[in-house]
C-alpha cells in the first residue's frame, strides 16, 4: 500500500539509449512532480502535472517528456540518454498545485549512465 | 538559478549537541516547508511554516519563518544518532503566474554516538 511508488527502483543503461521512469501514487492527489536530485544531492523541480495538465515546465532539455495518462499517473521518458543525466529522479504528489499541501515523494529511481 | 539559500551546507556534531540550519530566500514567500531525507531514502516532510513570525515545535525540532517571510530556521536541541540525515527547506513562491516549491540545497546532518 505504497503511497507514491516509481519503478524501476535501478536503472543502469549506456548513453544514447532512451528509457521511461512510471510513477503511480494512490493517495488521490490530483498533482504530480518530477525532481532530479544531483550527486550533491541538490533537489531541482522538472515537471509539475496538475489533473494531467502541465502547469511547470522548468528549464528541461526537450530529451524528457512527461506523460500524465491519469491523474494517479506521471511517467518520465528520456531519449538519448547523456552522461549528465546520472542522478536519482524523484516523484511526487501533492492534493492542489497551489494549496499549502505537503509533497509526497516516492522511493527514487537511481539512473546511472555508463 | 538557486533562489533559496540554505546554510550550513554540512553539519558534524556529536550526540547530545544542538543543530541549526538556517533558510534564506531573496523574494518573499507564500509558506515555507521542512523535509528530511534519510542517507538513501527520499524526502520526507516535516512542517509547513504560513504566518509571519512563526514558531512550531515537534519534540525536539523547532522551526520559525522570518517577520518578514523571507527565512526560516530549523533547530535540533541534543541531537540523537537518529536525526542523521539531509534537511531540506522549501519556499513556495509564486512565478510566471503559478506556484513553484523551490527546494533548499540543503544541510547535511551528521551525529557522532
Known amino acids: 500500500d505504497t503511497a507514491v511508488s516509481q519503478t524501476p527502483k535501478y536503472l543502469v543503461t549506456q548513453m544514447g539509449n532512451d528509457k521511461s521512469i512510471k510513477c503511480e501514487q494512490n493517495?488521490?492527489?490530483?498533482?504530480m512532480y518530477w525532481y532530479k536530485q544531483d550527486s550533491k544531492k541538490f533537489l531541482k523541480i522538472m515537471f509539475s502535472?496538475?489533473?494531467?495538465?502541465?502547469?511547470i515546465n522548468e528549464t528541461v532539455p526537450n530529451r524528457f517528456s512527461p506523460k500524465s495518462p491519469d491523474k494517479a499517473h506521471l511517467n518520465l521518458h528520456i531519449n538519448s540518454l547523456e552522461l549528465g543525466d546520472s542522478a536519482v529522479y524523484f516523484c511526487?504528489?501533492?492534493?492542489?498545485?497551489?494549496?499549502?499541501?505537503?509533497?509526497?515523494f516516492g522511493d527514487g529511481t537511481r539512473l546511472s549512465i555508463l | 538559478g538557486q533562489q533559496v539559500m540554505q546554510i550550513p551546507q554540512y553539519q558534524h556534531v556529536q550526540e547530545g549537541e544542538d543543530f541549526t540550519t538556517y533558510c534564506n530566500s531573496s523574494t518573499t514567500l507564500s509558506n515555507i516547508q521542512w523535509y528530511k531525507q534519510r542517507p538513501g531514502g527520499h524526502p520526507v516532510f516535516l512542517i509547513q511554516l504560513v504566518k509571519s513570525g512563526e514558531v512550531k515545535k515537534q519534540k525536539r525540532l523547532t522551526f520559525q519563518f522570518g517577520e518578514a517571510k523571507k527565512n526560516s530556521s530549523l533547530h535540533i536541541t541534543a541531537t540523537q544518532t537518529t536525526d542523521v540525515g539531509t534537511y531540506f527547506c522549501?519556499?513556495?513562491?509564486?512565478?510566471?503566474?503559478?506556484?513553484?516549491?523551490?527546494f533548499g540545497k540543503g544541510t547535511k546532518l551528521t551525529v557522532n554516538p
Open positions: 522549501a519556499g513556495r513562491r509564486t512565478q510566471g503566474g503559478s506556484e513553484k516549491l523551490v
Open positions: 511526487a504528489s501533492s492534493q492542489g498545485a497551489g494549496d499549502n499541501q505537503p509533497q509526497h
Open positions: 502535472y496538475n489533473n494531467k495538465e502541465l502547469i
Open positions: 493517495l488521490g492527489h490530483d498533482t
